[in-house]
């Protein structure tokens, strides 16, 4: 299985701000992108963001485009996802993986295996 390590989560208040890090290790960064994904109690993952190693492409749900950018240092094996103007709504468990597209619109992940987490809740 991958090695990858998710941080930076917390609590924050609507509006506000917090950086996420993921550090990887093993076959995900042989990948073409890396990826945030995010679960709610519940719910199915969904996608969050994107980023292409070799190009540096990104790509957004729509619920956070204009709120989070994804960045990637592809060095240090690690890809961060800035998330500003937070709602309520992007309270979940935040996962990073490989991830892949048919349509550069509707992506996945590209393993089963997931790593801990970072929790993000955002109060009103």
């Known amino acids: 299985q991958v090695d990858v390590v998710e941080s930076g989560g917390g609590l924050a208040q609507a509006g506000g701000s917090l950086r996420l890090s993921c550090v990887a290790s093993?076959?995900?960064?042989?990948?073409?992108?890396m990826g945030w994904f995010r679960h709610s109690p519940g719910k199915e993952r969904e996608f969050v963001a994107a980023?292409?190693?070799?190009?540096?492409?990104?790509f957004y749900a729509d619920s956070v485009k204009g709120r989070f950018t994804i960045s990637g240092d592809n060095a240090e094996n690690a890809v961060y996802l800035q998330m500003n103007s937070l709602k309520p709504e992007d309270t979940a468990i935040y996962y990073c993986?490989?991830?892949?597209?048919?349509?550069?619109?509707?992506?996945?992940?590209?393993?089963?295996?997931w790593g801990q987490g970072t929790q993000v809740t955002v109060s009103s």
């Open positions: 980023i292409g190693w070799r190009d540096g492409k990104t």
């Open positions: 093993g076959s995900t960064f042989s990948d073409d992108a």
């Open positions: 993986n490989a991830a892949a597209s048919a349509d550069g619109f509707t992506w996945y992940a590209q393993y089963n295996y």
